[in-house]
């Protein structure tokens, strides 16, 4: 039995953007499984926070649950080709030039990286609300059915990413430190559609990233006393 050890966001390759993802991992899954491997380990893929980036450290998640929205392949979400807006932000030469420059990149831009995928995934959801939520087709039901199933836990991260979102922003706006009562009043009275708008956005991309890895996933701790040592190991089937 053999198989290698990788950094899944150190794969490189011309089409993902500027971060290794899951359809890097599915191309390198299914190489590996033509020449006999048996299993890829990865690093850990939890949930880290997408407002800020730079908190990229693996072993550091805010949820040990649930994944990093940063290894979504967009291009490989079915929205894609069908948004038209997506289509034009991303083909436009101001979003290409800033691809091309992360892809030539030679660390991470972790907050670049974020900045092009979160301008589009919330451009492929709407598509998705209009084509399957609202239609009520099958695609459409079970994202309602990984919501049921994700239940309180689900709620919980897409509640926290989307204020963790949202007071960074008013931190930025304000200056880190200097938020005095009376803004800190303000920023509490703000309309509730924001933040419900945000945790829908962020459900949403939950959801259609879940479903694009389909291989198992087999988790192994590397001591009982600790959660935050252990692999993450994919299982080849030929």
């Given at each position: 039995?053999?198989?290698?050890?990788?950094?899944?966001?150190?794969?490189?390759?011309?089409?993902?953007?500027?971060?290794?993802d899951?359809?890097?991992?599915?191309?390198?899954?299914?190489?590996?499984?033509?020449?006999?491997?048996?299993?890829?380990?990865?690093?850990?893929?939890?949930?880290?926070?997408?407002?800020?980036?730079?908190?990229?450290?693996?072993?550091?998640?805010?949820?040990?649950?649930?994944?990093?929205?940063?290894?979504?392949?967009?291009?490989?979400?079915?929205?894609?080709?069908?948004?038209?807006?997506?289509?034009?932000?991303?083909?436009?030469?101001?979003?290409?030039?800033?691809?091309?420059?992360?892809?030539?990149?030679h660390?991470?831009?972790?907050?670049?990286?974020?900045?092009?995928?979160?301008?589009?995934?919330?451009?492929?959801?709407?598509?998705?609300?209009?084509?399957?939520?609202?239609?009520?087709?099958?695609?459409?039901?079970?994202?309602?059915?990984?919501?049921?199933?994700?239940?309180?836990?689900?709620?919980?991260?897409?509640?926290?990413?989307?204020?963790?979102?949202?007071?960074?922003a008013?931190?930025?706006?304000?200056?880190?430190?200097?938020?005095?009562?009376?803004?800190?009043?303000?920023?509490?009275?703000?309309?509730?559609?924001r933040?419900?708008?945000?945790?829908?956005?962020?459900?949403?991309?939950?959801c259609?990233?879940?479903?694009?890895?389909?291989?198992?996933?087999?988790?192994?701790?590397?001591?009982?006393?600790?959660?935050?040592?252990?692999?993450?190991?994919?299982?080849?089937?030929?």
């Amino acid at each position: 039995m053999w198989g290698p050890s990788i950094q899944l966001y150190t794969l490189r390759t011309p089409h993902n953007w500027g971060i290794g993802d899951f359809g890097d991992l599915k191309q390198l899954v299914s190489e590996l499984a033509s020449r006999g491997a048996d299993f890829v380990g990865l690093n850990p893929i939890h949930a880290l926070f997408p407002a800020n980036p730079e908190a990229a450290s693996p072993y550091s998640p805010s949820s040990r649950r649930w994944l990093n929205l940063l290894y979504i392949d967009v291009s490989a979400v079915r929205e894609f080709s069908l948004s038209a807006k997506a289509q034009q932000l991303v083909g436009s030469a101001a979003f290409q030039r800033r691809l091309q420059t992360v892809r030539d990149a030679h660390w991470v831009d972790y907050s670049e990286v974020a900045a092009l995928k979160m301008a589009v995934l919330p451009l492929l959801f709407e598509e998705f609300k209009q084509r399957e939520l609202l239609q009520q087709t099958r695609r459409g039901r079970a994202f309602l059915d990984f919501i049921e199933l994700g239940g309180e836990s689900l709620k919980q991260q897409a509640t926290f990413d989307a204020l963790h979102q949202h007071l960074r922003a008013t931190d930025e706006a304000l200056g880190v430190g200097r938020c005095s009562r009376k803004n800190t009043v303000a920023m509490r009275m703000q309309p509730r559609k924001r933040l419900l708008n945000s945790t829908t956005m962020l459900f949403s991309c939950i959801c259609i990233y879940s479903g694009l890895l389909k291989s198992k996933l087999k988790k192994h701790k590397r001591s009982p006393k600790s959660e935050a040592w252990h692999l993450v190991y994919i299982e080849i089937s030929q």
